[in-house]
Nanobody, 126 residues
Framework: VQLQASGGGLVQAGGSLRLSCVGS????????IGWFRQSPGKEREGVSC????????YYADFVKGRATISRDNAKNTVYLQMSSLKPEDTAVYYC????????????????????WGQGTLVTVSS
């Protein structure tokens, strides 16, 4: 499945943003979908991941309580709603797919993810 992330932009600290990840194929609803981010000079890290049905999700500790991941399989889209944004949330955000049997609610292993979409830049100003 091919994925395309969008929705990034410039936002002030404390603000909100909703990212979208759109899949191009009818098999979109088979996959769990995850969001990663990479800040300048840092390694890419997992942010959140949602199961293929949308019933369960994983959140990294640094976004718990500030982010909500959801999906609309009829629109082949996964959303990441982020609020109370901080300057340290500044990064390029990517979405990627993972086979449903590899999805877990306690971690995100980058090596298990495939079909990385182009990232979308989120810049949070202080």
């Amino acid at each position: 499945v091919q994925l395309q992330a969008s929705g990034g932009g410039l936002v002030q600290a404390g603000g909100s943003l909703r990212l979208s990840c759109v899949g191009s194929e009818s098999t979109f609803d088979y996959y769990a979908i995850g969001w990663f981010r990479q800040s300048p000079g840092k390694e890419r890290e997992g942010v959140s991941c949602i199961s293929s049905t949308g019933a369960t999700a994983y959140y990294a500790d640094f976004v718990k309580g500030r982010a909500t991941i959801s999906r609309d399989n009829a629109k082949n889209t996964v959303y990441l709603q982020m609020s109370s944004l901080k300057p340290e949330d500044t990064a390029v955000y990517y979405c990627a797919s993972i086979e449903p049997h590899k999805f877990t609610t306690w971690t995100m292993h980058q090596g298990d993810f495939e079909s990385w979409g182009q990232g979308t830049l989120v810049t949070v100003s202080s």
